[in-house]
């Protein structure tokens, strides 16, 4: 009699894929998120590319991951996976780690041979004792089977090879219930221009799929409980996607012509590559020589009256700090896209930190205040990189915003909004009636410089890195002056904290301890104070996304709490900084600098032992 095939209902659900960077991890992990996020699930991924270029193939620092949760109240990526996919002995090594007891582990058995297992440093011919490994193994021939189904296209091995990823993700998307025109359509569309690669994609994820049915009665599929959502469109969107797309809408609103000047680096090129497809919507990017090139050019367009733009990581903020100096100086609209990534120097290029907060507040050269922004996930990266340009070009001031490599490479299921769901950008222009009297430096009422066209009749003007008169505009070496510019530009700063909200509380009102994050952290913050909560405890959390200036509220709510965890993924530079801004406050820390973001249960296991010790 045939076994019935078992049914795991879940709320959630965890798939980790992993195997060699050429092996197509990534690429399978998107089709299958992007689909998820088609069927109104939630996600949220987590891409984990090796540091290295293109490792030994088969070695252990060549392993790449993509692991992505889905269904209803995801916030992170898990901690652990329901499945895990290895393509190799190394990735089954590096990975098994993550998956849970009751998971399933669907190997390429193949590619488990004696050669395999020496390169990936195991020390026996038993690997699964080796590492202890947990929960339902499902042994695939794949590349075997990958071969069978394309033996008749005439493609050489090495074509072949790169299709197992596809089987693999067929036989994912047999577990989970997902039908097959979803996938496929993706891979005819990403492959249109190829349509033999295309046809040989879709011949190998349905022979995945239909493998499945095989082995039905020997593992688990999963059937997941969604919830209605919001009518809309949505989509599967990354955080440095969602980024260049916020600019795109902030200079629709702002109706000033968006304009980037960047230079290539990890993880935030493609914030270039996306708006550099733009020019359909009078988007103009351009990669410059270096990364110094990339802010100079930007300011320029600033001046011009463009949204201008540049994008880096910690390194080139580091090189952009000079001519950052002169935006402020100058007092032009200007956003600075960093997305952090583990340092110092060349560090770990393609894994994640927030390590660049005092450098975003403080590296630079006299007082030179700007504003600070950081998004939580990888769909807020649309709405900061919009509120950025938005108080870019009303507050006439250069914004930093901080986004991470875990969510800018990360994605999140997104209702794309319509154009009149964001408010109007209402740039500082010149009012007609000041034109006779105008000077470079007239402000308004919120100490903001009024912009000033180039080309505009009777606006005619320079503006530069030396100290002007705050009357006239001109270079000024005088002491009072200077000390009354450098009071204006701050105050100007300040008063931006009138315009941003309120910092939001979550949680239990009459606590006596607060967890609080900034950023990219927020998911893993927000799913660890949950669990601390379930165990009876009294917990409440805020998570900053507008750093400089603080929100208004900040000191009078943080201040109700005896005990303030802050929580990063760094040695403590947002604790320091609150430290600084309010100083009675009692502050404890849980930091992590391991270029991995953080761990729920690592949260919560820190809560509780610092909430002991109270």
């Known amino acids: 009699m045939e076994e019935k095939a078992k049914v795991q209902f879940k709320q959630s659900i965890v ?42 193939q088969g070695s252990l620092n060549g392993v790449s991951g ?35 007891k009751q ?45 069978a189904a394309l033996e008749d296209t005439g493609m050489d091995h090495k074509a072949m090879m790169k299709c197992r990823n596809m089987f693999a993700l067929g036989l994912v998307c047999w577990l989970f219930n997902i039908p097959m025109e979803s996938p496929i359509k993706f891979i005819k569309t990403k492959f249109a221009a190829k349509p033999a690669i295309a046809e040989a994609n879709e011949r190998v994820i349905r022979g995945g799929y239909d493998y499945g049915h095989n082995i039905h009665a020997n593992v688990s599929t999963y059937h997941i409980d969604t919830e209605e959502q919001r009518p809309g469109i949505y989509t599967d969107v990354s955080g440095n996607k969602a980024t260049a797309w916020g600019l795109i809408m902030a200079s629709e609103r702002s109706g000033r012509p968006l304009f980037l000047g960047s230079y290539p680096i990890t993880p935030a090129t493609d914030i270039l590559h996306e708006l550099a497809k733009r020019r359909d919507l009078g988007v103009k990017a351009i990669q410059m020589e270096d990364e110094i090139g990339g802010i100079c050019a930007a300011i320029g367009a600033a001046y011009a009256g463009n949204l201008a733009v540049t994008s880096t990581s910690g390194p ?22 960093d997305v952090q990534r583990g340092g110092p120097s060349t560090g770990l290029p393609t894994k994640t930190e927030q390590t660049d907060l005092q450098q975003a507040l403080y590296g630079r050269s006299g007082e030179c205040p700007l504003v600070v922004l950081a998004a939580l996930s990888p769909t807020d990266c649309f709405n900061m990189a919009f509120e950025a340009a938005r108080i870019a070009i009303e507050h006439m001031t250069p914004v930093v915003l ?43 009422a919120r100490s903001v410089r009024y912009w000033a066209i180039p080309g505009t009749e009777g606006l005619e003007h320079l503006v530069g890195g030396l100290e002007k008169d705050y009357n006239t505009g001109i270079i000024s070496n005088d002491p009072i002056n200077h000390e009354h510019m450098v009071a204006t530009r701050q105050q100007k700063v300040d008063n931006v904290a009138n315009f941003i909200p309120q910092l939001q509380l979550r949680g239990d009102r009459d606590a006596d301890t607060i967890v609080v994050g900034w950023g990219g952290t927020y998911g893993h913050l927000v799913d660890a104070v949950r669990a601390v909560r379930k165990q009876g405890k009294k917990l409440a959390m805020a998570q900053f996304r507008y750093i400089n200036p ?54 919560v296991n820190e809560i509780n032992t610092l909430m002991e010790d109270e």
């Open 15 to 56: 798939v980790r894929f992993a195997g060699d960077s050429g092996d197509g991890m990534q690429l399978a992990g998107t089709i299958f998120s992007n689909v998820s996020a088609g069927l109104g699930d939630q996600i949220s991924t987590f891409p984990d590319y090796p540091a290295e270029v293109r490792a030994p």
């Open 316 to 337: 080139g903020l580091s090189l952009k700090s000079e001519a950052l100096g002169l935006a402020v100086m100058t007092e032009l609209p200007l956003v600075v896209i």
């Open 103 to 147: 998971g399933a582990a669907i190997l390429d058995i193949d590619a488990f041979t004696k050669s395999g297992l020496e390169k990936a440093l195991f020390k026996t011919d038993d690997p699964y004792t080796e590492i202890n490994l947990r929960g339902q193994v499902v042994e695939v021939p794949m590349t075997s089977l990958v071969k």
């Open 402 to 444: 901080l986004t991470d490599a875990f969510i800018a490479n990360g994605s999140s299921a997104w209702r794309i909004p319509e154009e009149d769901e964001m408010p109007e950008i209402k740039p500082n222009f010149v009012p007609d009636a000041l034109k006779p009297v105008w000077k470079p430096y007239m402000r308004d």
């Open 66 to 100: 993509f692991q992505v949760h889905m269904g209803h109240g995801v916030h992170q990526p898990g901690d652990e996976c329901d499945v895990l996919v290895a393509m190799n002995p190394a990735a089954l090594k590096q990975n098994a780690k993550f998956l849970r």
């Open 550 to 603: 603080l929100p208004k509220n900040t000191v009078e709510l943080l201040s109700r709490f005896k005990t303030v965890i802050v929580a990063e993924l760094n040695n403590g530079q947002f604790a320091n900084y609150l430290r600084s801004k309010i100083p009675t406050l009692n502050i404890c820390q849980i930091n992590k600098t391991q270029g991995q973001p953080f761990l729920v249960q690592e949260i």
